[in-house]
T-cell receptor, first 114, second 115 residues
Framework: AQSVTQPDIHITVSEGASLELRCNYS??????LFWYVQSPGQGLQLLLK??????LVQGIKGFEAEFKRSQSSFNLRKPSVHWSDAAEYFC????????????FGSGTRLLVRP | NAGVTQTPKFRVLKTGQSMTLLCAQD?????MYWYRQDPGMGLRLIHY???????AKGEVPDGYNVSRLKKQNFLLGLESAAPSQTSVYFC??????????????FGQGTRLTVV
């Protein structure tokens, strides 16, 4: 079945440590790929997106993500986490064969230790 | 530059009452969506629209109806609210299906409690 999977429900990191949030998708053709962030009580903000080309994409707030076709993954990374990065992060896809859809993973909540 | 605006932001309903949530976008986007967000379940698509006058069911459409009479507005209706519809509702819009048009913009959400 077509799906977007974020295997980690919660992740806790210390401020200044590196971060990697995992996202895997299951679609026949590589979909458009996105990461969104949701701060408490807020709507969703786009961090970055991948359509084609360079597999390492840069986003806002110092985030980057790497697309790996062989692993059907689009993991989000940040070299040094700040306390303000504490939020919920969602991976999302637009499938190529049904491009009117926008499908989200279940989210990963990031907690940052001082 | 309003983007996507949802009204109301908060609402408490009694079981069996009806209400309509309004989503308005000023970006001339073709596609609009209604999601609900529940803890541990991410965002689940309720209904969507690919243009004025069109609507379609998403993953969890039961108990909801929608209308898109004007391109800029997408209304979500609850005819007879149930406690299971307690959730945070998000509206989103995007220009289209190709390339940069796939980026979605979100409203701030509506927190609905059904008692």
């Amino acid at each position: 079945a077509q799906s977007v999977t974020q295997p980690d429900i919660h992740i806790t990191v210390s401020e200044g440590a590196s971060l990697e949030l995992r996202c895997n998708y299951s679609y026949g053709a590589t979909p458009y790929l996105f990461w969104y962030v949701q701060s408490p009580g807020q709507g969703l903000q786009l961090l970055l997106k991948y359509f084609s080309g360079d597999t390492l994409v840069q986003g806002i707030k110092g985030f980057e993500a790497e697309f790996k076709r062989s692993q059907s993954s689009f993991n989000l990374r940040k070299p040094s986490v700040h306390w303000s990065d504490a939020a919920e992060y969602f991976c999302a896809v637009v499938p190529m064969d049904s491009s009117y859809k926008l499908i989200f993973g279940s989210g990963t909540r990031l907690l940052v230790r001082p | 530059n309003a983007g996507v605006t949802q009204t109301p932001k908060f609402r408490v309903l009694k079981t069996g009452q009806s209400m309509t949530l309004l989503c308005a976008q000023d970006m001339n986007h073709e596609y609009m969506y209604w999601y609900r967000q529940d803890p541990g379940m991410g965002l689940r698509l309720i209904h969507y629209s690919v243009g004025e006058g069109t609507t379609a069911k998403g993953e969890v459409p039961d108990g909801y109806n929608v209308s898109r009479l004007k391109k800029q507005n997408f209304l979500l209706g609850l005819e007879s609210a149930a406690p299971s519809q307690t959730s945070v509702y998000f509206c989103a819009s995007r220009q289209g299906s190709e390339g940069v048009g796939t980026e979605a913009f979100f409203g701030q959400g509506t927190r609905l409690t059904v008692v």
